[in-house]
């Protein structure tokens, strides 16, 4: 059986829940600097922001880290919340 690389759908830890994670480390890093925080605390936080996408790409490749990397997918304008025309007709108030 050979080994593939792990996508988004399969991978150990969801890649939203590690975009979120890394963007909480970077906004930490950026408040602890602007807060006069020791500069190991700073440096700690700084080195955490930069082995979360090393780790992801080590675990999963490229192609996890530009799914990582890349703004969130955001749904297509005007198409409500997935109802069909029938069903739009009758929440037409």
């Not at 050979?2 to 963007?23: G, S």
């Not at 890093?29 to 440096?43: E, H, S």
């Not at 090393?54 to 530009?66: K, N, S, Y």
Request: positive net charge; aromatic residues 4%.
């Amino acid at each position: 059986m050979p080994a593939t690389a792990p996508t988004p759908q399969t991978a150990l830890v969801p890649v939203a829940r590690t975009r979120v994670k890394l963007l909480v480390f970077i906004a930490l890093t950026g408040l602890a600097w602007f807060a006069g925080l020791p500069g190991p605390t700073v440096a700690a936080l700084a080195l955490t922001s930069l082995a979360i996408p090393l780790a992801v790409a080590v675990a999963g490749g490229g192609g996890l880290l530009r799914d990582l990397l890349r703004a969130p997918a955001r749904p297509a304008a005007g198409r409500g919340l997935g109802h069909t025309p029938e069903q739009g007709e009758r929440f037409v108030t």
